[in-house]
């Protein structure tokens, strides 16, 4: 089993930042993708950006140039820097972990972005 624990949602301005964090715990291995979805009211979960144990970055074009995701592969933990916000990305967002076929996810944190 893998636990995933969300933190660093809430409400911002448009043109504010907020940062995501997502700490893993269980039955992690090695090789793993770590990353963030999002779901808005009324609309389909979406990827937002996804990272593999060796780096390699996937972004939807919607946040390229504005989010960041890195991770900790020492602490199993996963971030997204969020910048240059917008209303378009108010929605729950949440962690991903991709371990072996079977896809993991936290319980969700609201990010609410007024204009």
């Known amino acids: 089993q893998v636990q995933l624990v969300e933190s660093g949602g809430g409400s911002v301005q448009a043109g504010g930042s907020l940062r995501l964090s997502c700490a893993a715990s269980?039955?992690?291995?090695?090789?793993?993708?770590m990353g963030w979805y999002r779901q808005a009211p009324g609309k389909q979960r979406e990827l937002v950006a996804s990272?593999?144990?060796?780096?390699?970055?996937n972004y939807a074009d919607s946040v390229k140039g504005r989010f960041s995701i890195s991770r900790d592969n020492a602490k199993n933990s996963v971030n997204l820097q969020m910048n240059s916000l917008k209303p378009e990305d108010t929605a729950v967002y949440y962690c991903n972990v991709q371990i072996l076929g079977r896809s993991h996810w936290g319980q969700g944190t609201q990010v609410t972005v007024s204009s």
């Open positions: 269980g039955s992690m291995f090695s090789f793993n993708v």
């Open positions: 990272i593999t144990s060796s780096s390699i970055t």
